[in-house]
Structures are given as C-alpha cells and as structure tokens.
C-alpha cells in the first residue's frame, strides 16, 4: 500500500489518496521515515528480518519440503525461542511452503488362492524397540525410459528405513534385495522380530517366505479387503513420492536411485518425524540404546 502511495504522491498527493485508502497519512509517513533510516525500525521488524534467514537456511536445508510445524520444530531444537504462528506469517512472506501429498496409488497384486501368514500386527504400528517390527512395501516411479520400481522396509520403532532397493522389475528379487540389505545392515539377533507387508504376490512368494524363515524372522501379513494393513509403509511411501519422486521428471533408473540413496540419508539422519517426538529416526534409535546402556550400569 505504501508503495502504492509513493507512486502516486507526486500526482494526487499523500492526504488525498490516503482519504481513499484504508490508512492514516501519520501511518505512512512513519514508514517512511523508517525505510529512510533503518535505525528506527521496530525490535520485531529487526527479529523478524533475522528469523526470515534462519527459516529460509532450515527450509533450503531440508530439500525444501518442511511446512510450517517442521520449520519451528527445527528452530525449537536449534534454541531460537518463536512461536508457529510467527513462523507461518514469515514462511507467508518468504513465499516458503511445504510439499503436499497426493493420492495414493495401489500398487499390490495379491493372489487370493496363495496361502498368506496371519496377521499379526492388526493396525497396531508400534515397537517398543528396534528390530521388534518390520514393515515392507513397494512403490512405482514413472521415467523416460519406463516405469522402476522402489521397496522399502522400515523398522517401526523409530520409523527407520533399514533397507531399500531401486529396481527395473518388480519381480520377486527386487523386494528380496531389500530385505537383504535391511538384514545385512541390522543384523537382528534378540529374536522375536516381525515382518509385515501386504498380500502382494512378492511377499507372499516361497522364495521370500523362505527367506525370512531362515533368517528367523516371523512373517505376518495384512488382512484382505483392509485399506490400512500396511498403512505405516504406505506413509513413508507417501513422503518419498511427495518429498523426492513428484518434484521432478525422471530420465532413468540411475537418477531415482541416486536421489533415493539421498533422500533415505536424509529421512534417517535429518528429517523430523512427528510421531517419534519431532526427531530424526537415528537420534531416536541412538537415544534408546543409550537409555540402555545407563540402565545396565546403574544395575
């Protein structure tokens, strides 16, 4: 509005334009006189200035998908002492906004005649520590050169993605390669660990039941006819598409497994996850052993 009145003072005059406008001529001349010398801005207009560079270094940072709640939970933790509703009306003025999630899309092909474990999870997505329960699933990625295909198996406790393979073929050895590797890098040896996907083809197939059979780890599998089986894995699906898979086009399977070795970095080491405590998944992990190891010592 003041900008409106600079343009147009010389021709109709301050007084004039401001009986039209909804704004007092002591109001303007006070942000004239203000913009001429800084030194008479308001504390909170200089505060503001300052939050305006933190929040556009945290949203930079983050890939630029954070939204308002992760942005002041991350400014929370770096001790910047403000309030959302500050955050929301600077991230407003920086134009800074967070990505949205679209529809999900159903990638599972079941065999209903395939004989399946029973469900063992029923909904109930919690672990009360790491290696306790393993959820698997499987997305789609359109590129130039065709469609590739993304699994994940991510342990519940603190929502880590523990394994995850980029592959030309949805075939059985791809969603194999990722429990390999989730396997491989957790190396579960207190027993007792679950393993829930949904009823697609892959999971239930002999060669991955095998799998997980001689690995010692107990197979469960979602309910037919249930939208939320799977629902935690189908989450974190949802954020990679949001996060990394719609931003962009895709020329090839090397350019979304680069960007997925990125962003699975990012998820585990960075990114906060708000039904964890709004913290990364391996300061939620590390926070647990070394609530562990304290307990041992004061035994």
């Known amino acids: ?53 933190e929040i556009r270094r945290i949203w930079d940072e983050n890939k630029q998908v954070y939204g308002v709640r992760k942005v002041w939970h991350q400014l929370l933790r770096e001790g910047f002492g403000v309030a959302r ?27 209903k005649a395939a004989p399946c474990p029973r469900d063992q999870v029923n909904r109930q997505f919690r672990a009360e520590r790491p290696n306790l329960l393993w959820v698997s699933d499987f997305t789609y990625v359109s590129t130039w050169q065709g469609f590739v295909y993304v699994a994940f198996v991510i ?36 027993g007792g660990l679950i393993h829930h996907s949904d009823r697609g083809v892959q999971y239930v197939s002999i060669r991955y039941t095998e799998r997980l059979a001689q690995a010692g780890v107990e197979p469960s599998v979602g309910s037919v006819g249930d939208s939320y089986d799977n629902a935690l894995a189908e989450s974190i699906n949802g954020l990679y598409k949001a996060e990394v898979i719609h931003r962009r086009s895709w020329a090839n399977r090397e350019a979304v497994e680069l960007a997925t070795l990125e962003w699975v970095d990012w998820f585990n080491n960075t990114r906060l996850l708000g039904p964890i405590g709004n913290i990364p998944p391996a300061e939620a992990e590390a926070a647990y052993y070394r609530q562990i190891r304290e307990l041992a010592m004061a035994a």
């Open 85 to 111: 509703c500050t955050v929301a009306r600077l991230m407003k003025r920086l134009g800074l906004a967070g990505v949205v999630r679209g529809k999900v899309i159903k990638t599972t092909h079941s065999n």
């Open 155 to 190: 342990d519940v406790f603190a929502r880590r993605i523990v394994g995850w393979k980029v592959s030309s073929s949805a075939r059985t050895d791809f969603v194999l390669d990722a429990l390999e590797q989730a396997l491989h890098a957790r190396r579960p040896t207190e």
């Open 1 to 53: 509005m003041t900008a409106f009145i600079d343009e147009h003072r010389d021709a109709y005059g301050v007084e004039p334009i401001c009986k039209v406008l909804p704004i007092a001529p002591s109001t303007y001349y006070a942000q004239a006189a203000r913009q001429a010398d800084p030194e008479l801005r308001s504390n909170r207009s200089w505060r503001d200035d300052a939050l305006c560079g």
